[in-house]
């Protein structure tokens, strides 16, 4: 997978284990595994380590007691990921809380999310109050189905989108590939787009800075270039 991400371009990649009622997330041996696998790769690519942290009470209160366990390269922005099956009446107390206490909450794949697909009005207002909506690029080009498509261009057009990432889990039916989606976003946005949501946001993601742009605001007959400053 290391491989293939470095042939199409990607200079930086976050492991990002689970935190479920499936999966324990323990970092010591993930970081153990990101040596060695940095060790096989050499310069070609940079591995950084963070948590896809799913919205359950333990989790939240864990990453509450102990942010730097879960946060992308241990400095601000947390990965969260809700269930198929419910979204908790408390989420918008959790995310409050998580932001008092300096954690940015990045939102994953809400296109994909048959709750969140059709609730764009409370995704926007989430990301009012400083969280942050990350898509997979397959959705872009439709791999998820017709539905995950929708949403995600009815997000991205909408200014709502801050990162898009590839959420690889093997080398054939979900591989690190970015290229294809990257072509996407700057045939339909704009190049400029397509660089704050692949490169600069991400790159913002790993070192801890704020987002220099969040993404461009909804596009209208009328102009199609205005900001939309979400920091």
């Not at 949501?197 to 742009?213: C, I, K, Q, W, Y």
């Amino acid at each position: 997978m290391l491989e293939l991400a470095a042939a199409d371009g990607t200079t930086d990649i976050v492991a990002t284990p689970h935190a479920n009622h499936e999966y324990a997330f323990d970092p010591g041996l993930a970081e153990s595994k990101i040596r060695e696998l940095a060790g096989a790769a050499g310069s070609r690519i940079r591995i950084h380590l963070g948590c896809d942290l799913h919205l359950s009470f333990d989790n939240i209160e864990s990453a509450l007691s102990d942010p730097r366990k879960y946060t992308i390269n241990q400095r601000k922005y947390l990965l969260v990921e809700f269930s198929d099956l419910l979204i908790p009446k408390t989420t918008d107390d959790v995310f409050a809380r998580m932001l008092a206490g300096g954690i940015v909450p990045i939102i994953t794949h809400p296109e994909r999310n048959g709750l969140l697909q059709t609730r764009l009005e409370r995704l926007a207002r989430w990301v009012q109050t400083g969280c942050l909506i990350q898509v997979t690029a397959a959705s872009l080009l439709g791999r998820f189905g017709r539905q995950a498509r929708a949403a995600s261009d009815a997000l991205v057009e909408r200014g709502l989108v801050h990162i898009v990432a590839s959420d690889a889990h093997d080398t054939t039916h979900r591989p690190p590939i970015l290229s294809e989606a990257f072509a996407y976003v700057s045939r339909k946005w704009g190049p400029r787009r397509a660089e704050h949501l692949f490169s600069l946001n991400p790159m913002a993601v790993l070192t801890g800075d704020p987002l220099v742009e969040g993404g461009l605001a909804p596009q209208t007959q009328h102009s199609r270039r205005p900001w939309y400053r979400f920091w």
